[in-house]
């Protein structure tokens, strides 16, 4: 098990995410921004504990996101 870490605030809203994995991203239509769903807000940060069937796209995610904003811990 490994924690998907989102610093939301700094999403430029560009829907990579979303097109890679939307089992896990969704755009939200109030901000433009991304939102990593069922995942825990912690100060300004977002959350998600993920197992190894989403793991392995979720780090393809990470790397394709252009401002680097997603961390797999
Ligand atoms: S790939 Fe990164 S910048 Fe683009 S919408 Fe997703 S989190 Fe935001």
Redesign the pocket.
């Known amino acids: 098990m490994a924690n998907i870490i989102?610093y939301?605030n700094?999403?430029?809203?560009?829907?990579?995410?979303?097109e890679?994995q939307p089992a896990l991203?969704r755009?939200s239509k109030k901000d433009g921004?991304?939102s990593l769903l069922k995942s825990i807000p912690k100060k300004d940060l977002f959350v998600l504990p993920a197992g190894n069937p989403v793991l392995p796209l979720a780090k393809e995610?990470a790397l394709?996101?252009?401002?680097?904003?997603?961390k797999i811990v």
């Open positions: 989102f939301r700094k999403c430029i809203g560009c829907g990579i995410c979303f890679m991203w755009l921004k991304a995610v394709a996101c252009p401002v680097k904003i997603i």
